[in-house]
């Protein structure tokens, strides 16, 4: 893609918006890979079942194959590093007076590509908490038992990341809603905007006359509602978006 295929219009805004908010998926880190969840043939979703994996009940029924799924993805993104997509949404952090980077993933790769403000919806797979106090447990004692115990009060330890039926940190959320709420322009990268709530803030960045651009190859059900749709891989588009905007 060439910074010349961008429409004026989209490089006007990015220069002069006050605010910039913007939700990340799984699809920005898929050129990192990190695979998405609900791809065809490479996503998470395609050969494991959410029920069994992501939910409490699943944890509660079997919460040795729960844990050594999500240690699996923990090797995965350690191995991970931020990709060309990552990197340009922290220079666009840079030159932007209010940027909020809102992220359903649960890697951390936006922070390792530098931005510093990063609103978590769905947690990060890095941290650990206990499944009965939920609260973060740093260190445990490694005795053989998967998964651990918390060291406080002997409960399992789980992934501290946000599955479904539960709800969604409540100050991260809070946070991503005002952002989406008052902003000029909303991007939503690499997401397939199914998953409630975080596929709602679009919704309320238009309801309030922020106008709205997605990255993603595949059409969703946000392409209708966006202003521009580019549909290209996130590494290739957003560097090409920043080089167009900022020559
Ligand atoms: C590229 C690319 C490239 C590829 N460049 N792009 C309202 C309506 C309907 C349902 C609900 C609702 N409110 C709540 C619900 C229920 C539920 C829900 O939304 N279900 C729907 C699936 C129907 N939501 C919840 O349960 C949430 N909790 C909640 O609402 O609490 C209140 C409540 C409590 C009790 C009862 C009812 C309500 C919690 C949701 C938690 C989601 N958790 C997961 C797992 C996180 C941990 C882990 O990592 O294992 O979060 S599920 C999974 O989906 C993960 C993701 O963050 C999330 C979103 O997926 P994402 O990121 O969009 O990935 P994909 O794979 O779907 O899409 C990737 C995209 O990238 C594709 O479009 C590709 O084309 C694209 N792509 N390469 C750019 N190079």
């Given amino acids: ?11 006007e805004k990015l220069r ?21 969840f609900r791809e065809a043939q490479t996503g998470l979703w395609a050969r494991f079942n959410p029920e069994e994996l992501a939910t409490p009940a699943a944890f509660r029924r079997n919460p040795q ?4 799924w999500y240690a699996w993805r923990r090797q995965l993104v350690a191995q991970a590093v931020p990709n060309a997509g990552h990197r340009a949404l922290t220079e666009f952090e840079q030159r932007i007076p209010e940027f909020t980077l809102i992220t359903q993933n649960v ?29 973060v ?14 060291p406080r009060c002997g409960g399992r330890l789980r992934p501290d990341v946000v599955w479904f039926e539960e709800t969604l940190p409540p100050e991260a959320l809070e946070k991503a809603i005002q952002a989406a ?61 920043l080089r167009a905007a900022w020559p």
């Fill in 65 to 68: 194959l729960v844990w050594e």
């Fill in 107 to 135: 890697d951390g790769l936006h922070q390792r590509a530098g931005c510093r403000r990063v609103i978590e919806l769905h947690g990060n797979i890095r941290r650990t908490k206990c499944f009965e106090e939920n609260v």
């Fill in 181 to 241: 709420q008052t902003c000029d322009l909303f991007l939503s990268i690499g997401t397939s905007t199914v998953v409630h709530p975080a596929a709602s803030l679009p919704y309320e960045a238009l309801d309030r006359g922020g106008m709205l651009i997605e990255v993603n190859p595949e059409i969703t059900p946000l392409t209708g509602n966006a202003r521009h749709s580019f549909h290209g891989p996130a590494g290739v588009v957003l560097p090409a978006l």
């Fill in 16 to 36: 002069s918006a006050r605010s910039v908010a913007v939700l990340t998926g799984a699809g920005i880190s898929a050129e990192s890979g990190v695979p998405t």
């Fill in 137 to 150: 447990v740093e260190t445990w004692d490694e005795t053989g038992e998967v998964p651990p115990r918390c």
């Fill in 1 to 11: 893609m060439k910074p010349g295929d961008f429409p004026a219009e989209v490089i």
